[in-house]
């Protein structure tokens, strides 16, 4: 009995060789992507080849050779570091905007009290009139302290007002008395003992210093931040983390389900590693952000910044006046330190005539317009909740570059997992370093940190304890924080504005002479006991 055609066929068909399953599925989509990255197409396959070469993804049929496969892999770290490079290049464009307007608004400040000099000093006459530069030196040393020269502003405030007080005790002087450059400079002496202006030095010395060093370390504190996210964006990914991301990027590419985008976790987890030396940046960055959104409150704290510097010729002309008022006294005890000076019975120098004219005008009654208080309040305001925005940079930066490239929340089911089309089951990783060594997608030594990392951490650190310090009100040396910080010697002069290193009014007191003198005796004594032992030694020879 002779079987059916039809069997015969089907036994024919079934006895065939024939193609592996999926070995004609076409790689013309891979192609075209391939090309359109900028490769060529040379080796690259038209059709499904067998995977067990592939080291970076899932083995199985593929469209991707192993050339293609590191060419890949390169492709997505370069991609990834540019986007770390963006997201850096953004953040310090937001910093670069606070300095900018931190910078105007100080600025401004400064000028607008410089120039109302002449309408609240020029009551003074003379006084005033002929010691103009005395007035535009202190606010020439202010400013180049704001901008980072190495200034004591203590000693440059103190000079100020011992100069000062040389030129009023001048004035009053009738003009036939002569005043010796050693007599004056023992009246400049008389600046703390006597305390001839008042309370008003000491006073005013204390909340220029307090708004100076604050508003200084403010801004470098915005420059320095900043400098560390240009550093840190620009650390390459290791070769691990390049295999990761070849894996979550282009393997589902080379087979052939490049429309299915990354599981949210999975993208977490192969970021939160590539990431790990950054994220450990986040302890200090919070404590940075912290401090200088207190700094910036601090502006607005009573006497705010706005009124410490707009009342500065106000409480020089306060202190001046105080001094006219009291120069009876003064004068009297001056002559009993310094002396009688010019010819004997020239009797008691008389007050400036310009003494009677003037008015007493006192910083308590000085005001700003309410539009300055509600400009430093708007600019508090927003500095603030700006900083506050950045507070998180580095935690957040592996959620920014997964929202790019990961698959949303219904999709979870149907994701790239790494392996193949459905949910991924591993759990999140924790940030930082130390938290990594169980990351089942980027293998690291959390032994070996990244060295120039570690460096910015430190910088930050020391950033930190410098905005604290000038929250004290305690003066900070720039100079030497530019060679903790940078490495890169004294950078801080901005704009060519350096010190000018004005000598004081005496270069050292007659103690120092004794000192000196006492110094070279002594250094000479030890030389010779030194030489004595060579010499018993030579004799007995």
Not at 151 to 161: I, K, P, R, V
Not at 223 to 240: A, T
């Amino acid at each position: 009995m002779r079987p059916p055609v039809f069997l015969c066929v089907l036994l024919c068909l079934s006895a065939a060789p024939g193609p592996v399953a999926g070995a004609d599925r076409s790689c013309s989509d891979l192609r075209q992507f391939y090309t359109g990255k900028g490769f060529t197409l040379v080796e690259v396959p038209q059709t499904e080849i067998s995977g067990e070469h592939l080291r970076m993804c899932p083995q199985g049929p593929t469209c991707c050779t192993s050339t293609m496969e590191e060419n890949l892999g390169g492709l997505s770290a370069r991609e990834t570091e540019g986007l770390i490079r963006e997201a850096g290049r953004s953040l310090q464009s937001a910093f670069n905007a606070l300095h900018r307007s931190f910078d105007t608004y100080f600025t401004e400040l400064h000028s607008r009290s410089e120039r109302s000099l002449p309408e609240t000093l020029s009551p003074l006459g003379a006084l005033y009139s002929q010691n103009t530069r005395l007035y535009g030196d202190l606010y020439t040393d202010l400013r180049q302290y704001y901008r980072g020269s190495a200034l004591n502003l203590d000693e440059t405030l103190s000079e100020f007002w011992s100069r000062l007080l040389e030129r009023t005790f001048k004035s009053s002087v009738p003009t036939e008395v002569n005043l010796s450059e050693d007599y004056l400079e023992c009246v400049a002496k008389q600046q703390e003992t006597l305390r001839p202006f008042g309370d008003v030095p000491r006073d005013m010395k204390a909340k220029l210093i307090r708004a100076f060093v604050t508003a200084r370390s403010f801004v470098q504190g915005l420059i320095v931040s900043g400098e560390v996210v240009r550093k840190v964006s620009q650390v390459h990914l290791s070769p691990e983390c390049m295999k990761a991301l070849m894996k979550l990027v282009y393997c589902p590419h080379c087979h052939g389900i490049a429309s299915v985008k990354p599981c949210s976790n999975y993208c977490s987890n192969v970021m939160k590693g590539c990431l790990a030396n950054q994220a450990d940046l986040d302890p200090e960055w919070q404590n940075i952000i912290d401090t200088m959104i207190q700094v910036a409150s601090s502006f607005s704290t009573e006497p705010s910044l706005d009124v410490v510097l707009s009342s500065i010729p106000a409480r020089i002309y306060e202190a001046v006046h105080f001094l006219q008022e009291n120069m009876d006294t003064f004068t009297a005890k001056v002559y009993q330190t310094c002396g009688t000076p010019g010819e004997p019975g020239t009797g008691s120098p008389t007050l400036h005539e310009q003494r009677k004219k003037s008015s007493s005008l006192t910083a308590s009654e000085y005001k700003p317009s309410p539009t300055a208080g509600l400009r430093l309040e708007m600019q508090v305001s927003d500095l603030s909740s700006k900083l506050r925005e950045m507070r998180q940079y580095w935690t957040q930066l592996p959620v920014a570059l997964c929202s790019k490239l990961a698959a949303g929340g219904a999709g979870q089911d149907k994701c790239w997992n790494g392996i193949t089309k459905a949910r991924y089951l591993p759990e999140v990783m924790g940030d930082g370093l130390a938290n990594q060594i169980n990351n089942p997608e980027v293998e690291l030594d959390i032994t070996k940190p990244d060295m120039t990392i570690r460096q910015q951490i430190m910088q930050l650190k020391i950033m930190s304890n410098r905005l604290k310090n000038a929250l004290e009100g305690n003066d900070v040396d720039f100079q030497d924080a530019s060679d903790d910080i940078s490495g890169s010697g004294s950078g801080m002069c901005v704009g060519g504005l350096c010190p000018r290193n004005r000598p004081g009014l005496y270069a050292y007191s007659p103690d120092n002479n004794r000192v000196r003198g006492t110094a070279t005796s002594q250094t000479r004594i030890c030389g010779l006991l030194l030489l004595l032992p060579l010499t018993i030694l030579l004799l007995q020879r």
